[in-house]
């Protein structure tokens, strides 16, 4: 890294990462597939370089959620298959099947549309179909009342000319989530989809050659669902191992520096709104990072942050570029010291807490002004 970055940096492990691959590769049962989800820039880690390692390290699959980050990975060299998560406009088909990207179908009139479209380029298109059964988002309905038409528009898909139907998915909304209640609920989508796919094998004959719904959440705490393929996402960069089964490191350190020391006496306003007004002599350090580098500014006057000799708590409203720590129980703090937002002395998840979100949000939230360093 150079002095000019020398702001706020965020640093990457990428013998972590690699780590953690081999770690959930080797609970995997035999013959399952790998599958490693680096939308949004893989969750701020850095899409390439995650998908450079992954594409060398064996892994089979990668996914992203829209075109313009499966067109990143191209450019950047990536020539394993890519499955697009979220929707593509049917006028980029040729794209798709010239890039030999794998679109995700959740409807039959989009199905219909990819079809028309790929049969007018003399192509077909890889597709994965997707199952809402109980995130309520994208997917084939198929709970309840809607099963058996959701069955048939789901062979009605595979059927279609010019799409080769490779696999079928869905997604879990509270593997990750304690309680009986979401135990039966992830198993009963879990059901579901099992149910589906059965259903759609026997009626037409058709055997989907990917079936894949564990996430990250059903990989901790339902290992039995890995089936075909995983899709550890939040998993692969250490966060979300809950029960330590799998041993991961966390692969990202969000780090910031000191740029000012200023001192207050007590009756002291700081920052926006004068919602923090120092009780005592105070020495204040003004932090290279603000909410435009990813800090969100919610976490105001609620957080403290890793530096010399300790922790210093936040004060003030943070600021776009810039926030205020007290420096005033930490003499070893000085200008140019680095400060910890998060990393192996301050707890990401207890980042988030505070901040009342998930650790997804916090990394994917680190700004693109803010330089990644990798470790190799």
């Not at 406009?89 to 009139?109: K, N």
């Not at 966060?239 to 020391?261: A, E, F, N, Q």
Request: with cysteine.
């Amino acid at each position: 890294m150079n002095d000019l970055q020398k702001r706020t940096w965020a640093e990457i492990s990428l013998p972590n990462i690699r780590r953690n691959y081999e770690a959930i590769r080797a609970a995997l049962p035999s013959g399952c597939r790998f599958l490693g989800v680096v939308k949004a820039d893989a969750y701020g880690h850095g899409a390439l370089p995650v998908s450079r390692l992954l594409q060398e390290a064996g892994a089979e699959y990668l996914a992203v959620s829209c075109l313009d980050e499966a067109m990143e990975l191209r450019r950047g060299g990536i020539t394993m298959p890519v499955l697009i998560l979220g929707h593509t406009p049917p006028e980029y088909t040729g794209m798709l099947i010239d890039q030999g990207f794998t679109q995700t179908v959740s409807a039959l009139a989009k199905a219909r549309e990819y079809s028309a479209a790929a049969q007018a380029l003399g192509k077909t298109l890889r597709v994965h179909i997707k199952l809402d059964t109980g995130m309520s988002r994208l997917g084939f309905l198929c709970a309840g009342d809607y099963f058996d038409l959701g069955v048939g528009n789901v062979i009605a898909s595979c059927q279609l000319p010019n799409l080769e139907p490779e696999g079928i998915y869905t997604h879990f909304a509270v593997s990750d989530e304690p309680g009986e209640d979401n135990k039966a609920y992830t198993r009963e989508q879990f059901r579901l989809f099992r149910a589906v796919i059965e259903a759609v094998e026997s009626r037409c004959g058709f055997r989907f050659a990917l079936r894949h719904c564990a996430n990250s959440g059903a990989m901790v705490h339902y290992p039995e669902m890995a089936l075909d393929m995983v899709r550890p996402g939040l998993l692969l960069y250490g966060y979300g191992d809950d029960t330590g089964r799998l041993g991961l490191k966390p692969c990202m350190r969000l780090v910031t520096t000191v740029s000012t020391i200023k001192h207050y006496e007590a009756g002291t306003s700081v920052s926006y709104g004068r919602h923090f007004v120092t009780e005592r002599h105070t020495r204040m350090g003004v932090l290279a990072i603000g909410y435009a580098d990813g800090l969100p500014r919610i976490l105001s006057n609620k957080c403290s942050f890793a530096v010399a000799g300790g922790f210093a708590p936040q004060r003030g409203n943070i600021c776009m570029d810039m926030c205020m720590a007290d420096l005033t129980d930490l003499p070893e703090a000085h200008v140019g010291s680095e400060v910890e937002i998060f990393g192996p002395a301050n707890d990401l998840d207890s980042l988030a807490a505070a901040a009342g979100t998930i650790s997804y949000e916090l990394l994917c939230a680190v700004s693109k002004r803010v330089p990644r360093v990798y470790a190799e």
